[in-house]
Protein backbone atom coordinates (compact mmCIF):
# COMPACT_ATOMS: atom_id res chain seq x y z
CA UNK A 1 0.00 0.00 0.00
CA UNK A 2 1.51 3.70 -0.93
CA UNK A 3 1.00 6.23 1.12
CA UNK A 4 -0.93 9.39 -0.35
CA UNK A 5 1.09 12.20 -1.65
CA UNK A 6 1.67 15.44 0.57
CA UNK A 7 1.16 18.87 -0.33
CA UNK A 8 1.94 21.92 0.80
CA UNK A 9 1.59 25.54 -0.42
CA UNK A 10 4.65 27.42 -0.67
CA UNK A 11 4.92 31.08 -1.18
CA UNK A 12 6.16 31.01 -4.72
CA UNK A 13 9.54 32.98 -3.54
CA UNK A 14 10.26 30.48 -1.33
CA UNK A 15 10.38 27.51 -4.09
CA UNK A 16 13.95 26.88 -5.97
CA UNK A 17 14.01 28.65 -9.54
CA UNK A 18 13.62 25.14 -11.23
CA UNK A 19 9.56 25.35 -9.78
CA UNK A 20 8.47 28.67 -10.52
CA UNK A 21 10.21 27.49 -14.55
CA UNK A 22 8.71 24.57 -14.76
CA UNK A 23 5.34 26.05 -13.82
CA UNK A 24 6.02 28.89 -16.12
CA UNK A 25 6.58 26.26 -19.12
CA UNK A 26 3.22 24.81 -18.24
CA UNK A 27 1.82 28.08 -18.63
CA UNK A 28 3.22 29.08 -21.85
CA UNK A 29 1.88 25.65 -23.29
CA UNK A 30 -1.47 25.90 -21.74
CA UNK A 31 -1.82 29.61 -23.12
CA UNK A 32 -0.32 28.56 -26.42
CA UNK A 33 2.52 30.86 -26.60
CA UNK A 34 5.14 28.18 -27.11
CA UNK A 35 3.35 25.15 -29.11
CA UNK A 36 5.83 22.50 -27.84
CA UNK A 37 7.78 21.53 -24.71
CA UNK A 38 11.07 22.39 -26.73
CA UNK A 39 9.54 25.66 -27.07
CA UNK A 40 9.07 26.46 -23.86
CA UNK A 41 11.88 24.46 -22.09
CA UNK A 42 14.23 27.20 -24.34
CA UNK A 43 11.75 30.02 -23.58
CA UNK A 44 12.42 29.45 -19.93
CA UNK A 45 15.89 28.30 -19.94
CA UNK A 46 15.39 24.76 -18.48
CA UNK A 47 16.21 21.77 -19.49
CA UNK A 48 13.64 19.06 -21.00
CA UNK A 49 14.33 16.47 -18.70
CA UNK A 50 13.87 18.75 -16.00
CA UNK A 51 10.39 19.61 -17.10
CA UNK A 52 9.39 16.69 -17.55
CA UNK A 53 10.73 15.50 -14.13
CA UNK A 54 8.67 17.92 -12.09
CA UNK A 55 5.59 18.93 -14.86
CA UNK A 56 2.93 16.33 -13.02
CA UNK A 57 3.92 17.64 -9.47
CA UNK A 58 4.21 21.53 -9.65
CA UNK A 59 1.17 23.43 -10.15
CA UNK A 60 0.35 26.77 -9.66
CA UNK A 61 -2.43 27.06 -6.79
CA UNK A 62 -5.42 29.36 -7.35
CA UNK A 63 -6.28 31.03 -4.03
CA UNK A 64 -9.82 30.91 -4.26
CA UNK A 65 -10.21 33.12 -0.98
CA UNK A 66 -9.01 36.24 -2.35
CA UNK A 67 -10.30 35.69 -6.14
CA UNK A 68 -13.90 35.36 -6.57
CA UNK A 69 -16.50 36.24 -9.00
CA UNK A 70 -18.24 39.01 -8.67
CA UNK A 71 -21.60 39.99 -11.09
CA UNK A 72 -22.47 43.89 -11.39
CA UNK A 73 -25.76 45.12 -12.59
CA UNK A 74 -24.80 48.48 -14.72
CA UNK A 75 -27.46 50.67 -15.64
CA UNK A 76 -26.02 52.76 -18.77
CA UNK A 77 -27.14 55.86 -21.32
CA UNK A 78 -27.95 54.61 -24.76
CA UNK A 79 -24.60 57.28 -25.87
CA UNK A 80 -21.31 55.82 -27.66
CA UNK A 81 -18.32 55.48 -25.66
CA UNK A 82 -20.00 54.66 -22.24
CA UNK A 83 -19.71 51.02 -22.18
CA UNK A 84 -16.01 51.59 -23.55
CA UNK A 85 -15.63 53.68 -20.71
CA UNK A 86 -17.03 51.13 -18.09
CA UNK A 87 -14.96 48.51 -19.53
CA UNK A 88 -11.35 50.54 -19.49
CA UNK A 89 -12.45 51.11 -15.96
CA UNK A 90 -12.62 47.68 -15.06
CA UNK A 91 -9.10 46.73 -17.22
CA UNK A 92 -7.16 49.58 -15.25
CA UNK A 93 -8.83 48.36 -11.67
CA UNK A 94 -6.92 44.80 -13.31
CA UNK A 95 -11.31 42.99 -13.01
CA UNK A 96 -10.89 39.98 -15.10
CA UNK A 97 -13.90 40.18 -17.16
CA UNK A 98 -15.23 37.05 -17.35
CA UNK A 99 -19.04 38.09 -19.42
CA UNK A 100 -20.58 40.53 -20.57
CA UNK A 101 -24.38 40.46 -21.53
CA UNK A 102 -26.12 44.13 -22.43
CA UNK A 103 -30.18 44.07 -23.07
CA UNK A 104 -31.51 46.32 -25.82
CA UNK A 105 -31.44 50.01 -25.07
CA UNK A 106 -34.75 51.34 -24.24
CA UNK A 107 -35.49 55.11 -23.24
CA UNK A 108 -32.17 55.72 -23.45
CA UNK A 109 -30.51 53.16 -20.68
CA UNK A 110 -29.11 49.89 -21.33
CA UNK A 111 -28.66 47.33 -18.50
CA UNK A 112 -25.64 45.34 -18.70
CA UNK A 113 -24.58 42.61 -16.76
CA UNK A 114 -20.72 42.30 -16.12
CA UNK A 115 -19.44 39.12 -14.14
CA UNK A 116 -15.78 39.24 -13.30
CA UNK A 117 -13.10 37.75 -11.56
CA UNK A 118 -11.53 39.71 -9.18
CA UNK A 119 -8.76 38.33 -7.74
CA UNK A 120 -6.55 41.14 -9.44
CA UNK A 121 -7.60 44.18 -8.22
CA UNK A 122 -5.79 47.15 -7.36
CA UNK A 123 -8.40 48.50 -5.23
CA UNK A 124 -10.94 46.99 -3.50
CA UNK A 125 -14.59 45.57 -4.82
CA UNK A 126 -16.66 48.52 -3.41
CA UNK A 127 -14.44 51.25 -4.61
CA UNK A 128 -14.46 49.56 -8.19
CA UNK A 129 -18.22 49.82 -8.09
CA UNK A 130 -18.14 53.20 -6.94
CA UNK A 131 -15.68 54.46 -9.68
CA UNK A 132 -17.56 52.87 -12.59
CA UNK A 133 -20.62 54.96 -10.95
CA UNK A 134 -18.82 57.82 -11.39
CA UNK A 135 -18.29 57.60 -14.82
CA UNK A 136 -20.18 60.01 -17.11
CA UNK A 137 -22.97 58.23 -18.86
CA UNK A 138 -23.33 55.41 -16.29
CA UNK A 139 -26.54 55.76 -13.82
CA UNK A 140 -26.22 53.15 -11.20
CA UNK A 141 -23.54 50.38 -10.74
CA UNK A 142 -24.49 47.41 -8.03
CA UNK A 143 -23.29 44.13 -7.37
CA UNK A 144 -25.95 41.68 -7.63
CA UNK A 145 -24.26 38.48 -6.71
CA UNK A 146 -20.54 37.68 -5.79
Known amino acids: MTNPPKYFVV ?3 ALPEIFRKVAEAKRLIETGEAETVH ?8 SRSAFYKYKDAVR ?13 QIRLRDEPGVLSSVLNSFAVSRANILTIN ?27 MLQTEALKGVIKCEIVAG
Open 60 to 72: PFNDMLNGRIVTF
Open 102 to 128: QGIPSSGCALVNIGAETSGLVMPVEEL
Open 39 to 46: QATAITGI
Open 11 to 13: EAS
